[in-house]
């Protein structure tokens, strides 16, 4: 499958009914930066922070959790916006294109802080939370965010989807 590109043939199944059918399992599916948004809320930077709380992982894409007032907005793909010229956002702004390129951290923190500066246009949010595997490099690009929404980096990196995944599948058992 390309990146951006569906395989048709999973459009609009029922994965977790799928696999319970086949296997007698319970499975539970969940957006991987739902799941760390989950895990940042829940026992990281955005514990009880009230408003509009977004977390952005930076990586392979761009991947977004949003909470509001504590609960789960699922699905936001605000990675998926367009720029100026009609281009999607994580296509030049993931750390996926800051390696492919092979940009510094300022011309990178630069395409970075459009992405952030349009989000923060368009949704007003009271807290940017950065994870992903770049958030244990913040500090490499940080000086070059200039919005005016509070940024702060997740310090359970990673592991924030694989806590938000345990935190999701617990609540629906």
Not at 17 to 43: H, P, Q, R, S, W
Not at 130 to 142: A, D, L, N, Q, T
């Amino acid at each position: 499958m390309q990146h951006g590109n569906l395989d048709k043939s999973w459009q609009y199944t029922q994965v977790d009914a799928l696999f319970k059918a086949k296997t007698g399992n319970d499975f539970y599916i969940v957006n991987d930066a739902d799941a760390a948004a989950m895990g940042v809320m829940e026992f990281g930077i955005g514990k009880n922070q009230m408003g509009l709380v977004i977390t952005i992982t930076l990586g392979t894409g761009i991947g977004s959790g949003v909470f509001f007032n504590g609960q789960l907005l699922s699905n936001f793909e605000l990675g998926r916006m367009y720029g100026r010229k009609g281009d999607i956002m994580e296509y030049f702004a993931a750390d996926s294109a800051r390696k492919r390129e092979e940009w510094s951290f300022k011309t990178w923190g630069k395409r970075v802080n459009f992405f952030l500066t349009h989000v923060e246009n368009t949704f007003n949010p009271d807290l940017i939370i950065i994870g992903g595997g770049v958030s244990k490099k913040m500090e490499k690009f940080e000086a070059y965010l200039d919005i005016q929404t509070p940024i702060k980096a997740a310090e359970l990196k990673n592991n924030a989807g694989i806590i938000g995944a345990a935190i999701f599948a617990n609540k629906n058992c």
